[in-house]
């Protein structure tokens, strides 16, 4: 059956032995009162809250799944509850501003948070990732009485924050959206100089567009003002609530806003997924007109990393829980013999191709952790860190990683899924073992959120060939110093690697940028697997770290315990030799450009006979 | 939405320009009676009766599933009446024995028709599936009485046939079984001298245990007789109907067995997975006691060929549906700048990327769709060519490859419905599209009838291992005969693609017979590596005959049009830059051994925080 225990042992060890958290804690006076102790007293408590409130919900959720009544939209039995108690206990203001009642925590702790909320319930963990994400917009890009009326309601889970971009005829393409905002005269109960505005037009796919866990909803809406210029230059971003909102944040009469219905879909059942329709629907302005793309992007890009980390809980529920199966389940003998050979047959994991995809799960789930926690550390460098250069050089680093965290992690994310459900033989394709729902929920962490050739695409556009390989030099150059410093012989195969990786990837973008100055089609061609290659090759350094720090606690007696620094450097020599070789085959795709992709005409894709 | 055409012209370009099946099926006595045009009429009436009878129920069938009431199963509606009006059509019996009333139609053309059926509903398609394999096991191991009592009704659709191994506690472990045959005395309506035998046990995961569809079931069970030896030896097979057929073929009364249950599972929920209860049902022997397995791998070779055309099919549907999306979607523009600049976006096929996903669905169809007709080909040389010799070698081909037409065409059929899904951006996760569908029913290919890991190690098993590499150095010998013959310098890149990978194998299959002959975990370690290498080079070959054969048309001004051959020479092309090089990496991964699955004690495998 599903089962799953956070991975405390491995957050703890990336936290405080690889990435040296509370040292940079202590250096950044906005995160100066969070210590190892603390940080590991809300890993604990995260730990037991959603293990012992979501997990139970999770099968239960997909079976029910949202329903729609009336207009109204009721979560599966047990959300309610489970949310209430969450809320109590300040989860989800986690990393909110402290200004208005958030915990302020960095998110390289947060992450770890997020993680098990996935891996416990993808379904659920939906409405607080998004609220999240809604948080930090407002506090990036209200005014001040703006986030003074909704940011303590939202840290509290009293009110959810939405994410309204899609409509039928668009979504990758935003510059195509119809819904539009024209000004209202100031109501009755709109503060002093209030401008407010009446938003028409149809949304969809709006997670937790309705739900029944909050007092309020706020949506985030993406529409465009009476003069606005053509195109995604002319996008405004506005705040429109389920509820009105008065000057003093009370709460008034319903908004003309109203839900059409909910998707059916593969997976994240728990998760309402909403047509809105707003119908002149009071709202207001958030930023400046014509600029609510770059103000959504904030939103979007905390959303990438989170559906990141989708991928990433996924995966390690989906392998706790086969390995689960695998203790039981006992089926022929080992290759040289048998292993037990009083009982009937052999624990089913003597049989090496069973270990293959074991370890395929678990290797990319260690990587990814590690890589999840060091984007989360470049972040709070980026928000926190007192100079301004260090600021910067992060930003960047975020900039340049951010699609790769979507994408990478969440493709990753589903190959753990599929794997492991594939260990379980038939079992894994029925329903009660819970195996096969991972794969399910996992599947729409690749599409949303942008899907991974959107990210692609933003990866060698925007961070790659607009700053002519400046992001990736500079990344380079921070992998190499620290691949130049600390650890010993016994892990010169993981620097050795990780310099070979480095290096092909360095080649095949420089050659990548040459071609792409001449052919556009170049770099889209390209796309999918250069973000792939990066997104090994950033293993690999993140690989190197935890061998490193391996092999310090070895000698120095670390708090992992011998086992878990060998079972580390096993699994990172797994990673090494199984999972990066797939560099070669993707430098060969990437060198056979666009012409295999081009070369057909778009009549000769139609199915003919 | 779902759409479908049977890709005919794709057919017919594979059976009579690459493999010329009228010329061989006109030398061959059995099969002298079907040319070409008898061949075309049955393919167009094959793409008519699935497409106008299945197609239109898979969806439905999906959402309805099965049901499970008082013993009884349900199946979707209207699966009846569409099952009856491909039984009367004769559908059913398709490629069974002639003297017993089946068509006795070649593979090479039959697995055309099961590509069809798989492709409009997979569902529906086991029900014939598994009935084609029972009345082939029974041909080739029942008594001539049991045959002419069993097999015209069951090529008629009448009665239908079904494989019952696996039980609770185990699947590929088939020594393990409880289920036992105790001998009967003689009932009044046995034939004179006939033995039966009480069978009792239970099985699980039937497809087709119980259903609506036929007026008889007939169970082809794996039991153990009184005096069975211990372990696989020791199992012999019985022949166990639902309803009891006397001496004459009349159906008497209900035979002791049940079905307990339907499974819940993520797919193929149009076809009934049962928990079939035997409890003393009456049963006959079929073939030599304790012989059993051998004789039901006549039946499970025969279905893992069926299973691979099932992962055919499916990418297949999945590939033209996200065609029939893509024609109409518009979003962004080309790289380059508009492609429609009257529009408000070019369709997004002008993008790469898209391109990317759209050809990689394609291209690992039509390299299916021709190894499918090459191993269909080598069956029909085994079974239907006057001279042993001939027989002989086929009869060894069709053991190499089976275990790779099964895996290496579900694999690629998964990705190829995963990759189409991608497609859809969000519509490709809501149920309406169906695209959801055919992951989910593509998944269970991997799983069933051996699961893919199965595969692999029966591979480097038993027909690399076990015979030094003698199966494959004849593959390697057969194909690089085949390299050397026609084609012109245009396609030179074609063959030199095909040397080289075979080179790769060669080599690889080498290093690891003697490593495997000192550590025979190397080769559990390497082989589903191994299965992947084999199965590129495979279709490499195969890509090497299309590209000759569609050169040939262009000169000769073919059937197929130009616009056909110079679109079979592109995605070529594509699966030469981008599909193949993945050989470099899983070269990479064999020569890595089995220390990096091995070393982790099996301990450090479970979750332990």
């Not at 309601?153 to 119809?178: F, S, Y």
């Not at 529409?223 to 009105?244: E, H, Q, T």
């Not at 899907?451 to 500079?474: E, P, S």
């Not at 150059?477 to 690697?497: K, Q, T, Y």
């Amino acid at each position: 059956m599903a089962s799953y225990r956070a991975p405390l042992r491995d957050m703890r060890f990336i936290l405080n032995e690889v990435f040296q958290a509370p040292e940079t804690w202590a250096a950044m006076p906005a995160t100066q009162a969070l210590d190892a102790d603390l940080a590991e007293a809300i890993l604990e408590e995260g730990a037991r809250v959603t293990g012992a409130e979501l997990f139970p919900l999770n099968q239960s959720g997909d079976a029910e799944g949202c329903r729609f009544e009336g207009g109204e939209v009721r979560t599966p039995t047990g959300f309610q509850a489970a949310f209430a108690t969450l809320a109590e206990g300040g989860w989800f203001g986690l990393g909110g501003n402290p200004e208005h009642d958030g915990q302020g925590m960095p998110k390289q702790l947060t992450v770890a948070f997020e993680e098990m909320l996935y891996a416990t319930n993808t379904g659920f963990a939906l409405y607080p990732a998004l609220n999240s994400g809604a948080t930090l917009l407002l506090d990036s890009h209200a005014d001040a009485a703006t986030k003074a009326r909704y940011l303590p309601k939202m840290h509290a889970g009293q009110w959810l924050g939405t994410m309204c971009l899609t409509e039928p005829h668009c979504g990758t393409d935003l510059g195509l959206i119809n819904t539009r905002a024209e000004p209202l005269p100031a109501p009755g109960d709109a503060a002093p100089g209030e401008q407010r505005y009446a938003i028409t037009g149809t949304k969809i796919w709006i997670t937790g567009g309705e739900h029944d866990l909050a007092e309020n909803i706020v949506h985030l809406v993406l529409a465009k003002l009476p003069d606005a210029p053509a195109g995604s230059r002319g996008i405004s971003l506005f705040l429109v609530p389920k509820f009105r909102v008065d000057a003093r944040g009370e709460l008034g009469e319903r908004n003309a806003l109203s839900c059409g219905g909910l998707e059916h879909k593969m997976g994240i059942k728990g998760s309402a997924t909403c047509v809105m329709n707003f119908d002149g629907a009071e709202g207001i302005l958030i930023g400046e007109p014509h600029q609510g793309l770059a103000a959504m992007f904030t939103m979007m890009n905390y959303e990438r990393l989170s559906i990141g980390i989708q991928g990433l809980g996924l995966g390690e529920v989906a392998y706790q829980s086969a390995m689960d199966f695998a203790r039981e389940r006992r089926q022929s003998r080992a290759p040289s013999g048998p292993a037990e050979p009083e009982a009937a047959a052999d624990p089913i994991l003597v049989h090496p191709d069973v270990r293959r995809m074991a370890l395929e799960a678990r290797a990319w789930n260690e990587g990814g952790r590690a890589f999840t926690a060091f984007v989360a550390g470049q972040l709070d460098l980026a928000k926190f860190h007192p100079e301004a250069a260090v600021r910067d050089q992060a930003d960047e680093m975020v900039a340049l990683l951010t699609p790769v965290a979507k994408a990478f992690l969440t493709d990753r994310g589903f190959e753990a899924t599929v794997t492991a459900q594939q260990l379980y033989g038939g079992n894994g394709y029925c329903v009660e073992w819970g195996a096969e729902q991972y794969v399910r929920d996992a599947r729409i962490a690749m599409i949303y959120e942008g899907t991974n050739g959107i990210q692609a695409m933003d990866l060698v556009g925007r961070k790659l060939a607009r700053n002519r390989g400046a992001y990736l030099a500079r990344f380079a150059a921070a992998m190499r110093a620290d691949l130049a410093e600390g650890g010993d012989a016994e892990i010169a195969d993981f620097r050795d690697a990780a310099i070979q990786a480095l290096a092909r990837l360095e080649a095949v973008s420089d050659g990548l940028l040459a071609r792409g100055a001449a052919d556009p089609d170049e770099l889209g061609a390209a796309a999918t697997d250069v973000l792939e290659l990066l997104g090994l090759v950033a293993y690999a350094w993140m690989w190197w770290k935890m061998a490193r720090a391996a092999r310090h606690g070895l000698a120095a007696d670390g708090p992992g315990g011998e086992a878990f620094y060998r079972a580390k450097l096993a699994v990172g020599r797994y990673f090494l030799s199984r999972q990066l070789p797939k560099a070669l085959s993707l430098e060969a795709r990437i060198q056979g450009g666009a012409e295999p992709l081009m070369g057909l005409d778009e009549e000769a894709f139609y199915p003919v006979d």
